[in-house]
């Protein structure tokens, strides 16, 4: 039995229903269990899977998924083999101007609703030495300026990742970390990315606004709409990534996502250069796609 988080939408909801089609039994976490997403769900599902409401923010939440996928099991004579955590948002643009409670928000949900949920589902799991699988992100390898409240819920998460598989290997559970580049879902949908930003910049002190000026965000608007479409649109890639964490005998440790060649080459230079060439590339990176600049003066 497989229990994944985050089913509404993207990669989780993709890989729901891959498994399901292959005769996996699924506990398909959603936070909207009534809306589009989960409708889907039992649309074009067997009855095999079944969907749980859950908010990875809150423990009362995750705690009564625990007892409702305990409950099947006693009943099925089934045990648990894995959990996914793919829960995941993105708040804020740059620290400068992106409230505390954006920050707390992406780590909340990031990082801490990941810590949350595999704490609760480790007893199931040593019963079967079973897995946990982490969607973390490229970004928890490689800072990238103008995102940092995602940025540092993904350091977390990878952090977490790995101290995890380290402390679960003489239980015998698989701890395996799938770190995407950027490819095309909700979160990089291009019209939910500039309300996100049009939120941040709404609710900037007006002391900054004026400090950075109107030109400097419409610019920071503009640019994040061409940072989106680098987006790779085969999302394909990660679900079958996904899917051999969660059923290969010996999975990897890691397994990173790729296509977009632009991204492999900057990820290459993080893993090789010194912070003062890592920075120097970014700097060419945020020029080619326009990113804005502060004014030099007022």
């Not at 099947?72 to 101007?97: E, F, M, Y």
């Not at 239980?171 to 949908?189: C, R």
Request: net charge positive; charged share 25%; hydrophobic share 40%.
């Amino acid at each position: 039995m497989f229990h994944f988080l985050g089913c509404d939408s993207g990669f989780g909801h993709r890989l729901a229903k891959r498994l399901d089609s292959k005769g996996f039994q699924v506990f398909a976490c959603c936070q909207f269990p009534s809306e589009t997403g989960a409708s889907e769900l039992r649309k074009w599902c067997s009855e095999r899977l079944r969907i749980i409401e859950l908010d990875v923010t809150k423990d009362d939440s995750v705690n009564k998924a625990v007892e409702l996928v305990k409950d099947d099991l006693r009943s099925s004579g089934r045990k648990l083999w894995a959990i996914v955590n793919n829960a995941g948002i993105h708040k804020g643009i740059i620290i400068d101007t992106t409230r505390i409670e954006d920050f707390k928000d992406c780590m909340e949900v990031n990082t801490f609703g990941l810590l949350r949920v595999t704490k609760a589902f480790l007893p199931l799991l040593k019963e079967t030495k079973g897995r946990i699988v982490n969607v973390t992100s490229v970004a928890g390898r490689m800072p990238v300026s103008h995102i940092a409240p995602y940025i540092m819920s993904k350091y977390a998460a990878v952090a977490f990742n790995d101290c995890l598989r380290q402390e679960m290997s003489p239980w015998g559970i698989s701890v395996v970390s799938v770190e995407p580049e950027l490819f095309k879902t909700n979160m990089t949908n291009l019209e939910k990315a500039t309300e996100r930003i049009n939120d941040s910049i709404s609710t900037t002190p007006s002391s900054l606004s004026k400090e950075y000026g109107k030109d400097y965000f419409e610019t920071f608007s503009k640019s994040m709409s061409s940072f989106v479409n680098y987006a790779s649109p085969h999302p394909g890639i990660v679900v079958k990534d996904l899917e051999a964490a969660v059923s290969l005998k010996y999975p990897d440790n890691h397994y990173r996502p790729r296509r977009n060649l632009f991204f492999r080459f900057i990820i290459l230079c993080y893993i090789m250069f010194p912070s003062r060439i890592q920075d120097f590339l970014i700097k060419i990176g945020m020029v080619y796609i326009k990113a804005p600049r502060p004014p030099t003066s007022h």
